[in-house]
Nanobody, 119 residues
Framework: QVQLVESGGRLVQAGGSLRLSCAASGFTFSRTAMAWFRQAPGKEREFVSSINWSSSIMNYADSVKGRFTISRDNAKNTVHLQMNSLKPEDTAVYYC????????????WGQGTQVTVSS
């Protein structure tokens, strides 16, 4: 059974930094691509960043390029999102997701962690 537990979200001032973590279990983490998504109030969930199993390929939404960095630790079954130069528009619930290696879809999600950036 896939389990994803996000942590690290909190209230931070604009320009500040946060590091989100996602602890994964119930699947072969070291062979699975992972991603972060976010959902702001009244908006649809959107892609933020992804990382392949070996950390050789990372992708970012244009809105976070140069500010956010995704990483993973396959020994600890964790994926992180380092967020710098935060803006009020980064305020959202951030979700960790597992990519299905066959379909490419993101089928499993965590419960989310709230990030609030004050201006």
């Amino acid at each position: 059974q896939v389990q994803l537990v996000e942590s690290g979200g909190r209230l931070v001032q604009a320009g500040g930094s946060l590091r989100l973590s996602c602890a994964a279990s119930g699947f072969t983490f070291s062979r699975t691509a992972m991603a972060w998504f976010r959902q702001a109030p009244g908006k649809e969930r959107e892609f933020v960043s992804s990382i392949n199993w070996s950390s050789s390929i990372m992708n970012y939404a244009d809105s976070v390029k140069g500010r956010f960095t995704i990483s993973r630790d396959n020994a600890k079954n964790t994926v992180h999102l380092q967020m710098n130069s935060l803006k009020p528009e980064d305020t959202a619930v951030y979700y960790c997701a597992v990519q299905n290696r066959y379909s490419g879809n993101y089928d499993d999600w965590g419960q989310g962690t709230q990030v609030t950036v004050s201006s």
